[in-house]
């Protein structure tokens, strides 16, 4: 029997931030469902920015394989994604949130999407790589940490309210309507993503002097380039925080953890009393992580730890005994792993190479993903605000290897090093091993090659862009279409009728 999915996607949710991987957030449902539930604990992203980490999610390639640069980078309609593959096999798709889709296309196989976006679709927020020293004004700015604090309502908590109360009535729709087709809802929370500010209830549930600070400094350990570049687009060299702003920071995000916690209880509440939840998995995960402060970093754009480590969760009780899965492995996982749950037993039939590989085989308890055909690893890219060049990054066993032809090597020991604070590369007790892994990006990447495609598409969005915004300017931002004659009580069906089908459990 096809299962349900209910993917629960958070925005900038790192790991270490939740309890079962040593963080402080209070969040007794994400604390339950790990609980129960299959846990990996070296879960990432493929690439630490809102877009081109969601598109390589919904496709199961790497971000440099679909186009998917940066925060506007057009998600080409004619890319298969799990909405595509999993409506071929039978189920109904629905997406309520966030996903960050640029361009003309804007379902890309979901059937419903519930609400607008709260970003938007076209292609404004494209970096410019030539003129880096000019900072985007649209980008992050450090008012997020030096205005933390709280707060009775914002933009982001408009937004999820809306996503989670649309996503619970598409819950009771599903339980209530003819529609036998099993579903796979997806519902993306804006939250924990900064600004980091919370309502006072969420602000309260914390007090300042429980609030860890960063356990590394920026003074604790070497620079790099890259870093320095990070620093400069969130304009850290115009902003420095305080003590008192870093903590109030943290604590406001711990609350906006608490803030998604509850949200996800109400819809797992809302599956129960749908009578949906027997045979639906539920997945956590969220697109990238956020440094907090770590290194004097905050935000993402970075492959270290904080930024690009999340959680994965996947809770189905009465199909996958609860573990932990210690393998390395990433978002481009997740949509061979749906599609080998979902087609049931047939060949999935794909339609483009696939970057992931499936983690039943870790579900079931038996190893790592590709029942063990493949290294355990994960492979990184980021090609957006911050770089001026890709960077690549390689996760396998230990270690982790960051590459960009601009920058010295990083290389990390993540066993003996889990805070990254010494820098391998340089060693020459490690000199073989980083010929391996140079030898390995070269063979992976032509980087001269993707430098120049990410130019040429910096290049072609701005001029569209500028284009676009001359005269008629007709937006791409998703229209959520609400049809009043299907809502409610109407004179198209008998009153007793239309009271009938609404009520959930139906009378017998």
Known sequence: ?????????????????????GGQARAPHLDALAANGVVFDSFYCNSPLCAPSRFSFLAGQLPSKIGAFDNAAEFAAQTPTLAH????????????????????????????????????????????????????????????????????????????????????????????????RPFCLVVSMTHPHDPYVVPQAYWDRYRDAQIAMPAVSQEAVADDPHSRRVRHVIGLGQQQPTATQVRAARRAYLGAVSYVDDQIGSLLAT??????????????????????????LWYKMSFFEGA???????????????????????????????????????????????????LVPALEGEGRAGGGAHPAEVIGEYLAEAAIAPVVMIRRERWKFVHSPV??????????????????????????????????????????????????????????????????????????????????????QELNDIEAMARFPRLS
């Open 407 to 492: 920058d010295p090597d990083q290389l990390y020991d993540l066993a003996a090093d889990p805070q990254e604070r010494v820098n391998l590369a340089a060693a020459a007790a490690h000199a073989g091993l980083v010929a391996e892994m140079r030898a390995e990006v070269a063979r992976r990447w032509d980087l001269p090659a993707l430098h120049a495609e990410v130019l040429a598409s910096q290049r072609r969005r701005h001029l569209v862009c500028a284009a676009l915004r001359s005269g008629r300017y007709t937006p791409w931002d998703f229209q959520p279409l609400r049809d009043a004659s299907r809502m409610y009580v109407r004179n198209d």
């Open 85 to 180: 593959y999993l409506r071929r096999a039978g189920y109904q798709t629905a997406l309520s949130g966030k996903m960050h889709f640029c361009g003309p296309d804007q379902l890309h196989g979901f059937e419903h999407r519930l609400t607008t976006d709260i970003y938007p679709a076209d292609f404004g927020w494209t970096p410019d790589w030539t003129r880096f020293e000019e900072r985007p004004g649209w980008y992050h700015t450090m008012d997020s940490v030096t205005q933390a604090g709280p707060c009775t309502r914002t933009n982001q908590i408009d937004f999820d309210d809306e996503v989670v109360y649309v996503a619970r009535q598409k819950l009771f729709d599903i339980a209530r309507g003819s529609d036998r």
């Open 271 to 296: 599956l129960r009393d749908a009578r949906l939840d027997a045979n639906t998995i539920v997945i956590v995960l969220a697109d990238h992580g956020d440094m907090l402060g770590e290194r004097g």
């Open 308 to 358: 690009c480590r999340i959680p994965l969760i996947v809770s189905a009780p009465g199909r996958y005994a609860a573990r932990r899965v210690s393998m390395p492995a990433s978002l481009i996982d997740v949509l061979p792993t749906l599609v080998e749950i979902g087609n049931d037993g047939r060949p999935p039939g794909y339609a483009a190479p696939l970057d992931g590989h499936s």
């Open 1 to 21: 029997m096809q299962p349900n999915f209910l993917i629960l996607m958070a925005d900038q949710l790192t790991a270490s931030a939740l309890s079962w991987h």
